[in-house]
């Protein structure tokens, strides 16, 4: 272990790709891994790319990463997919588009299948993020498909989110309602060469008009397939991290982050504590029953694990206390 994070440090490929299989099937070593790594973290840029199966992610990280690379960053790619028995394809699809990289040892593409409970992104995604970040790449780029739970998780670790819209799919309505508005820093309007795309523009830009905060998204429109409207949008992807650093948003978001993790294990172990707990199978079949409420199980167990349920159970009579 020691030689994996000696390598892993210095940026060795090798090294890396061990210490992902470590983290990705939680192989002894791992907690050691993630403790030597863990002060090196922090430093590299995160961008999260976000948007329908086939709007073309993996063909604009391609060009985003040609473009990085032409500026001397070094690059990390995870390509997340829903653990879904299609998802093969689309991970093939992902090397497939990014290949070309394959050789450069400035660049490392990794994609994984979700495996996130909880509500969590993926712990094992976090960790790899955590890993690339200590080999020392600048920019770490996540692509994530469509707008559910893990594009959500994605969108709060990255300090730019970049959504991906096509033409076509659907109309501005249909995109407000999937809460890409709120998720978005950046749109990319890609397949701009598709009929439509103007419209698809407009109709962002005129829903961006009611929006207020401080950063207000730009939009992009690309032709990843042939190369077109990527410089455009990383340099709009600058932008934003100027916006971000300016405000200390980075800092900020490191610090939620942390704590995201901290109580992600702080939920995980509490859940394995009580699945534990001796009457747990009976106990979920008196809810099911009605004999019980969820909330009342709920608290039958932290009694049982040794827990003060009075303050934790802010949604039982004892909230009325305050
Ligand atoms: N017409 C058109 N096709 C594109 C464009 N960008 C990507 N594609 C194609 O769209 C398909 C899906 O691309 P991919 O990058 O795998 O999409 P992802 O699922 O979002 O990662 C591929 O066949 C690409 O060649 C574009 O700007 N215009
Ligand atoms: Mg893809």
Known sequence: MTKIIEGLVKGNVRSLAKAITVVEND???????????FPQTGNAYLIG?????????????????????????????IA???SSPFSGGAIL??????????????????????RSHLGGLAKATVDVIHLLDAAGKDVIIVETVGVGQDEVDIVKIAHTT????????????????????EIADIFAVNKADREGAD?????????????????????FQTVAKNDQGIADLLAGIYQHREFVQNAGLDKEKFKSNVQRELCTYL???????????????????AIYQKEMTPLEGAEKL?????????????????????
């Not at 939920?267 to 079949?285: F, H, K, P, R, T």
């Open 49 to 77: 790319i976000t948007g329908p199966p086939g709007a073309g992610k993996s063909t604009l990280t391609d060009k985003l990463i040609t473009l990085l690379r032409q500026q001397g960053k070094t690059v990390g790619v």
């Open 267 to 285: 939920m995980d172990g509490i859940v394995e504590l009580a699945q534990a707990c001796a009457g747990y199978e009976s106990l979920v079949q």
């Open 27 to 37: 192989r002894p070593g791992k907690k050691e891994l993630l403790k030597a790594v």
């Open 80 to 82: 997340v997919d829903p």
């Open 199 to 219: 419209k698809l523009v407009n109709e962002l830009r005129s829903m961006l008009d009611m929006a207020t905060g401080d950063w207000k998204p730009d939009i």
């Open 302 to 322: 932290f009694q049982e694990m040794g827990i003060n349920n009075e303050w934790l159970m802010v949604g039982g009579d004892n909230a009325e206390k305050g």
């Open 162 to 181: 970049v959504v991906v819209m096509v033409p076509g799919l659907g109309d501005a309505i249909q995109i407000a309602k999937a809460g890409v508005m």
């Open 93 to 114: 699809g992902d090397r497939i588009r990014m290949q070309q990289h394959a050789l450069d040892e400035g660049v490392f593409i990794r994609s994984m299948a979700t």
